[in-house]
């Protein structure tokens, strides 16, 4: 969390987000000048490559490269795609570990495990999936 902090320091188009779930998917800014501010995720976002055994049940943290979007109403209450949202328009994100997963509210068919890597993605998670690396899911 320390060198993703660093990389916030020193690169104005890095961002880094916590992934949390209330009514749906959210995202807020952790850390930088507008920390604790809720943001939309747009583009080549975790959302369009991640099933939801990362984000239900758990808080994983993301550093996140893109252009930010309608500045003018960060603090705002986020309606899910309104097109005035304050938004970060993602080209290119990296997960921060420790990964964490959560298998409890998985679809019949699909499966889990108890013990997964903590530092990386895996083939089960391409296979099972619940990691996109190309991608939003098909």
């Given at each position: 969390?320390?060198?993703?902090?660093?990389?916030?320091d020193?690169?104005?188009?890095?961002?880094?987000?916590?992934a949390y779930y209330t009514t749906g998917l959210r995202f807020r800014i952790l850390y930088g000048s507008n920390q604790g501010t809720d943001v939309e995720l747009s583009g080549a976002s975790p959302s369009?490559?991640?099933?939801?055994a990362f984000f239900l049940g758990n808080v994983n943290y993301f550093l996140i490269?893109?252009?930010?979007?309608n500045v003018n109403n960060i603090g705002r209450v986020l309606e899910i795609n309104l097109p005035d949202n304050y938004t970060i328009e993602v080209d290119e994100w990296q997960i921060i570990t420790p990964i964490r997963r959560d298998y409890t509210y998985r679809a019949a068919n699909q499966k889990w495990r108890i013990f997964y890597p903590r530092n990386y993605f895996d083939e089960f998670d391409v296979v099972n999936q619940d990691f996109y690396p190309n991608g939003a899911e098909p």
């Open positions: 969390m320390a060198e993703a902090r660093k990389v916030v020193n690169q104005e188009e890095w961002f880094l987000v916590e369009s490559q991640l099933s939801s490269k893109g252009t930010e979007h």
